[in-house]
């Protein structure tokens, strides 16, 4: 409980500093760049919060694919896939997959970044 309250005051100071950063259009316009994204996808990833893409270290593990090589190599593929995630409206059937031990064979029906994840898992 301790822990949803407290990212839930991070959520809040996120939204803050990101009000304060629509005052100055361009000073939002560099944040948004700076992170390969959109003045509006900006808004919304921190309107769904840090946890919004979390299935996707999950998902590459159990694929055995090395997040961190992914961000080392291709840091922007890896900001890119973790957009989608946190836009995902599959979160549900993911994480049922994901508990189950199916995702492996059945991510390619749900998963936003499923075309990504068949490039990288060719690469391996």
Sequence with gaps: MIDLFGDWLKQRRELRE???LEADPGELERVAREFGVTPGDL???VQKGALSADELPKMLEVLGIDEAAISRAEP???RDME???SFCTHKRQCNRELAAGTAPSNY???CG???AIDELRLKN
């Design 83 to 85: 957009r989608v995630c």
């Design 18 to 20: 990101l009000l304060q």
């Design 108 to 110: 390619v029906e749900y």
């Design 113 to 115: 970044n499923a075309d």
């Design 76 to 78: 922007a593929l890896l």
């Design 43 to 45: 808004h919304m990833l």
